[in-house]
Structure formats: structure tokens, C-alpha cells
């Protein structure tokens, strides 16, 4: 990508801020310009002067009291939120995309480039993570997606956007394909699936 992408971290923070900033950097497809805020006006004027790309913001950013609808509608400003903890999907909804603070960098990456419809080779070469890993041995194993955000404590939607990436990325979009995805890459044992059948 030729443009630099300007990416709002909207969190209190400062360790959070600057992890997410240091993953952020690390996108391989992506040149990035990080702006951290941590309180509502700096996240105002910073919104003004930068004309930001995307702003990732944790839902309690200023007590929850930021309007999520209101700012999109606003301008053309996509919102990831940043999920330190759960959250209602009510509130998540609201957001183009959601970061688990528990992501690793290609996570990350995916999320920030499926938000900005970059959908280049080299995403779809890039191997899956360790949380989707785990995300699709659930699935083998025949768990729904409560069941696997319950075992893995992260929330459903943040499991739908894993599975997303990982159809995008195999290009499986069955349970069967997973099934035979996860067997020849051993990923699970072919007696754990007969035992939860």
C-alpha cells in the first residue's frame, strides 16, 4: 500500500497504547502513522487535525459516553473497538471490527486490513495464528461459538471475526473442510473428533 494508513488508538492506557502501537507498526502490508490519545478532547482535536483513517477505541473510553454512530456518521472514519474485557454485543455491533487485547500481530494485521478491504496475496498466504488455531479446533470438536469464546474467554463476536479470517484465509467455508484441514495438519487427533460425535 502506497498511503500511509492514520490509525487513532483511543485507550487510558498508556501500556495498552503503546503494545497495540508496536503491533500496529508491525503489519507487514500496511505503512502506518500511530496517533495514542487518552482522554476525550485529545481524541477530538486529534480527530480534526489528523483526519485519521481509523480510530481503535476501547468501548469504556471516557466512561462508554462516546458516540460510536454519531462519529461514523460524521465521516468516513472506520472504529475497531478494543476489547480489554467483555462486552456486549449490543455495543460491539456498533463497530466495523473488534481487537481482542488477547491478538496476536497477524490477528491484528487482518482486522485492520479486512477493515480497509485490502485483500492482497500476501494476506492470503499468511498462516494462521495460534488463536485460530485454537478457534478451528473448537469448531472440529463441535463446539458452537459460545462455547469456544466461553473456553478461550473472548466474546462470540470476536470468534465470528476469527472464523471469518480463517475462511478467508484457507478458503474453507465448511465444518467438514475445517475437519479435514485441521486432521492433515494436526492440529487435532482424528480419536478427539469420533469422541464428541
Known amino acids: 500500500m502506497n498511503n500511509t494508513v492514520r490509525i487513532i488508538i483511543a485507550e487510558s492506557s498508556v501500556i495498552i497504547r503503546s503494545g497495540l502501537d508496536h503491533a500496529l507498526k508491525h503489519i507487514p502490508q500496511l505503512a502506518v502513522d500511530v496517533i495514542g490519545v487518552s482522554t476525550m478532547d485529545m481524541l477530538n482535536d486529534s480527530i480534526n487535525i489528523h483526519k485519521p483513517d481509523i480510530i481503535i477505541i476501547n468501548p469504556y473510553f471516557d ?15 472506520k472504529c475497531i473497538a478494543l476489547q ?49 488455531k485454537e478457534i478451528i479446533t473448537g469448531v472440529v470438536k463441535g463446539l458452537t ?13 470476536t ?31 482424528i480419536k478427539d473428533i469420533q469422541m464428541n460425535r
Open 159 to 189: 470468534v465470528i471475526t476469527h472464523r471469518r479470517n480463517i475462511a478467508r484465509k484457507l478458503e474453507i467455508h465448511s465444518p467438514a473442510g475445517l475437519t479435514i484441514y485441521a486432521i492433515v495438519n494436526k492440529l487435532v487427533d
Open 63 to 77: 466512561n462508554g459516553k462516546i458516540n460510536i454512530p454519531q462519529l461514523k456518521s460524521s465521516s468516513d472514519i
Open 84 to 132: 480489554l474485557n467483555l462486552t456486549d454485543n449490543s455495543t460491539l455491533s456498533q463497530y466495523d471490527g473488534v481487537i481482542s487485547i488477547y491478538d496476536d500481530e497477524p490477528t491484528i494485521g487482518n482486522t485492520v486490513s479486512s477493515i480497509l478491504n485490502i485483500d492482497s496475496e500476501t494476506n492470503a498466504k499468511e498462516p494462521l495464528s495460534q488463536r485460530e
Open 145 to 157: 461459538n459460545k462455547e469456544i469464546a466461553e473456553q478461550l474467554y473472548i466474546s462470540v463476536h
